[in-house]
Structure formats: C-alpha cells, structure tokens
C-alpha cells in the first residue's frame, strides 16, 4: 500500500485546513486508517484514527470537537477536517493504514505510513 497525504500548508490561528490521505497499490478499504503528528522536536503523536466502515473513530483529547476524520472507501482517501486550528496544531501529519479493521490510537497498531504533509498555523 502506498499512503500520499496532501492539503497541508500555512493558515492562521482559528482557520481550517482538510488533510486527504489516498491510498494507492493494495488497497486500504478493509483496514482502519489513522492521522498521527510530529511536531518539530516532539515524539510522533496519534491525532485520529477511523475503522474500515467508518463507524468508530477515536481522537487524541488535544482535538476532540475541532478534527474531523472521515473515509471514503470507493475512491480509498481518508480525511482529516481541521478546525479551529491552534498554533500547538502546527506539525507533519502523517497517515497509516492499521494491520486491522478496527480503529486504535496505539503506533504498534499501523504499518503502512505515508510521507507527511505540513500543517504550519501562525498565531
């Protein structure tokens, strides 16, 4: 499987940005898929993560009311919608496809990642 994350770039505090993660090769559609995040000199983080069919997500407590992660298996992207976005969002959000069809906030549980795609927000 092949991950490309786009639709990063540089927005303002309180704007909003939509991540897209599409899956190429062997397709995704029967595993989960999640967004994680590096900041610059941060551990990787888990930001969301969505089961196979889309009825479980999970998000990290850091934005839980502002992130929206959505799919859409016809066409294998997955979506991180960002809102109300803080200048502590700005990182390298990285997608994953997870090794099962059910949604987990744990990095043990993904093994395809794809290359990043930069989230800059100024204050």
């Known amino acids: 499987v092949q991950l490309q994350a786009s639709g990063g770039g540089l927005v303002q505090a309180g704007g909003s940005l939509r991540l897209s993660c599409a899956a190429s090769?062997?397709?995704?559609?029967?595993?989960?898929v999640g967004w994680f995040r590096q900041a610059p000199g941060k551990e990787r983080e888990f930001v969301a993560s969505?089961?196979?069919?889309?009825?479980?997500?999970f998000y990290a407590d850091s934005v839980k009311g502002r992130f929206t992660i959505s799919r859409d298996n016809a066409k294998n992207t997955v979506y991180l919608q960002m809102n109300s976005l803080k200048p502590e969002d700005t990182a390298v959000y990285y997608c994953?496809?997870?090794?099962?069809?059910?949604?987990?906030?744990?990095?043990?549980?993904?093994?395809?990642w794809g290359q990043g795609t930069l989230v800059t927000v100024s204050s």
């Open positions: 969505i089961s196979w069919r889309g009825g479980d997500t």
């Open positions: 994953a496809v997870a090794r099962s069809s059910a949604a987990t906030p744990n990095t043990e549980g993904y093994h395809y």
């Open positions: 090769g062997r397709t995704a559609s029967n595993n989960a």
